[in-house]
């Protein structure tokens, strides 16, 4: 079904150790990492598995909790120390839902929308959130269950601060616009999934324009249900945690984070003027059908590809993996992507090896870098990819693979470990979530 | 206790909620209106009322506090009811 082209016109984020999104863009694009010895975790000793993570604080995002005098460690609002927004909004917001109207505020003046437009019928909101875990809901629980207190010492909002879609909640309270609000989920593909839902609002008429993207509010509460899964790294310096498919990888970095994208109808935008900073050429999204919430699936990333490209011409310079620095998940998803491309005329970018794994916010922030590696025509590295494997993966063995036969070392050209410069007309974004839910996207530059 | 006494109590609350325009809690009356008056989101009034007992060292009923109204004469009439009750 072919629909109206949609174009990518601003951007704007919350992001590790970073002060904005020109930051983020400067470290991520110097091979840095954005990984931390984070000192919640470390503070309950053995309790706790891992304890590196990209994590924010409150004071590195300008903002101070007021603490309930009702309830212990309760933060029942936060004070925006640069006045960005209102104290109202904040009244109703968990931290996550901060990131969100923050990152949207950049990215709607980046994309140069004026007040008629943001507020129109024929603007949206769809932002996500992976949700694993939220520290208002945890004190608030614990006031009424363990310590007995009536539930109206917690205030009126632990729900607008603890629903699902309390991210596109915020925003569009913020920004009043009058088309759709909602959000997907979809585990550690929300961010992507989001943009592929608003890009297909845009692309069938539905909206002209839509704020965009995921957000993964610090919660020690997340870090703690993952490493209780023993799915976290361990054993490494920080900025070694992440090591996308490095045969001595060990597990992801829990990180957090927000990316927000403003996407606008292509011809809309083209007749204002606008700074075109991408344009989506195809989104595409299925199930594995093999009934694993969490195992990936050769088979289902390969329907996936087949569904991104649809038989056209499309290609891709840059792969955008998802590159968990999981032990099971890079191995399947760099042989899917080479069985479909073969092994020659493009890259592998591993974001999450410099930043870890941003949960419901991952697609939407490895989103933002596709479209920085399409500005800057340089293609972003696979950190600590020193050793690849160069026996066959168990699964390779079996008399059912029917993927690829050589070891992952065989595809070490394409996982560079540093920055380089490469003619980048295309980067193909993949993003997987427990459930088995895969999704991709084909983002170019404007010709 | 004096009624005074009561709303000088529920002023030092309402200046820790960042939803109220803190100038207006300069000449505040018992006539004042919550919402319409200073113009306090609906939700933050079960706020104002927890924090209330917290600092009046009560528990109202919670029939009391749905029947409650929006004037800062409300809100003492009940303290000083609570109280009396206790």
Same mark, same amino acid.
């Given at each position: ?134 520290? &208002? ?37 913020? &920004? ?272 | ?29 018992? *006539? ?11 939700? *933050? ?42």
């Amino acid at each position: 079904m072919k629909g109206r082209k949609v174009a990518v016109v601003g951007m704007g984020g919350v992001f590790p150790d970073c002060k904005d999104l020109l930051d983020f863009e400067q470290k991520l694009f110097s091979n840095q990492s954005l990984i931390r010895s984070w000192d919640k975790p470390l503070s309950y000793g053995k309790q706790v598995r891992s304890s590196v993570a990209g994590y924010i604080t409150e004071a590195e995002v300008n903002l101070e909790p007021v603490t309930s005098s009702l309830v212990e460690g309760y933060p029942e609002s936060y004070i925006d120390l640069l006045n960005r927004i209102p104290d109202r909004n904040l009244a109703t917001a968990d931290i996550g839902s901060i990131w969100a109207m923050l990152s949207s505020i950049d990215a709607i003046k980046m994309a140069g929308w004026n007040n008629s437009e943001v507020e129109s019928e024929q603007t949206g909101v769809v932002v996500g959130s992976g949700s694993c875990g939220n520290e &208002i809901q945890r004190i608030a629980w614990h006031n009424f269950f363990e310590l007995g207190k009536k539930t109206r010492t917690v205030g009126a909002h632990t729900v607008d601060r603890g629903m699902v879609y309390r991210e596109a909640a915020n925003v569009s309270c913020l &920004i009043k616009n009058r088309g759709v609000c909602e959000a997907m989920g979809s585990a550690c593909a929300t961010g992507l999934g989001n943009i592929g839902y608003a890009y297909r609002l845009i692309s069938f008429g539905l909206q002209d324009r839509i704020v965009a993207g995921g957000s993964e509010g610090t919660a020690l509460e997340t870090f703690l249900g993952f490493d209780g899964m023993q799915v976290l790294s361990r054993g490494f310096e920080p900025h070694q945690s992440s090591r996308p498919f490095d045969k001595d990888r060990n597990g992801f970095v829990c990180s957090f984070g927000t990316g927000i994208v403003c996407l606008e109808a292509y011809d809309i935008a083209k007749a204002r003027g606008a700074n075109i900073l991408g344009v989506i050429d195809s989104y595409f999204n299925n199930s594995d059908g093999d009934g694993d919430m969490f195992a990936p699936s050769f088979s289902g990333q390969k329907r996936l590809w087949k569904g991104l490209l649809n038989d056209t011409s499309l290609r891709t310079d840059v792969v955008k993996v998802h590159g968990t620095s999981t032990p099971t998940g890079d191995a399947v998803e760099l042989l899917s992507v080479v069985d479909t491309l073969g092994d020659k005329g493009f890259q592998i970018a591993a974001p999450k090896s410099q930043f870890g794994h941003m949960l419901g916010a991952a697609g939407a922030v490895e989103f933002i870098t596709a479209i920085l590696m399409l500005k800057r025509q340089e293609v972003l590295p696979c950190l600590n990819s020193d050793n690849l494997n160069p026996e066959l993966e168990t699964f390779q063995t079996v008399d059912s693979w029917s993927g690829p036969k050589e070891p992952l070392l065989y595809y070490r050209d394409l996982l560079k470990q540093e920055v380089f410069s490469k003619e980048i007309n295309s980067v193909a974004c993949l993003n997987y979530g427990f459930g088995g839910t895969n999704s991709a996207m084909l983002v170019s530059k404007d010709n | 206790m004096e009624r005074k006494e009561i709303i000088d109590g529920l002023v030092e609350i309402l200046q820790t909620v960042r939803t109220i325009d803190q100038e207006k809690l300069k000449d505040i009356k018992e *006539e004042t209106d919550f919402i319409a008056d200073l113009k306090t989101p609906s939700t *933050e009034m079960i706020n104002i009322a927890a924090k209330a007992e917290q600092k009046f060292d009560l528990e109202f009923d919670d029939d009391d506090i749905d029947d409650l109204g929006s004037k800062v004469r409300d809100f003492v009439d009940l303290i000083i009811k609570t109280k009396a009750n206790s």
